[in-house]
């Protein structure tokens, strides 16, 4: 449990606007988070990587302003709906946990810009992805997809903004998806075996 000396002192106060903005939990040892994570409400970076984490608070997806979300290295093996509450996230991190399929909030999270997911047991990428117009980086190594999976997605109506993409440790994903290539930002994907880096602007 997080210490509640940390949200007496950091406790947000709604009239006055002033509150914590950057809250690291990272190697804790925490196994549960308090409820009281909600009142933080100028909150922009949480970090609770390194944690016991099987589960969260749903007070912690009303919170407002939150931008990045750390839960790299827990035991999540799900993630609420609620997720797609936290409208203003642009950066997600969920490696080393127990998921076996993205959360389904994600598709929600219009502003998303950077999104790792690397180190799960993922066998399929929904098709609510290519829907996430502000991406920049995607991270899906070491996971288990599937190529049928993969190479189903309308890469090409992926996001304009995409820069680097990783199925990396990924076994069946040893090419390029068809589309992807179609990208013009696109510098960089990495394969279940190698790199293949592309020049500014992608030109081929």
Known sequence: MVPAEVFKKYRMKRDTGQGLRELWLTNQRLASLSHKIGSLLNLR???LAGNNLADLPETLFSLPRLERLILSNNR???MPDAL???ATLMELRLDHNELESLPAGIKSLRRMQRLSVSANKISE???FLVGLRQLIEVDFSHNTLRWESVSALPW???SRQLQSISFQGNKEVF???PGLLCLEAL???LLAGKSLSLP???QR
């Open 76 to 78: 999540l093996a799900s």
């Open 125 to 127: 990428i929904p098709s």
């Open 45 to 47: 970076t949480l970090g």
């Open 156 to 158: 090409e109506e992926m």
């Open 200 to 202: 500014v602007g992608n």
């Open 175 to 177: 090419e390029a998806p």
């Open 187 to 189: 510098e960089q994907i």
């Open 84 to 86: 797609g509450n936290l």
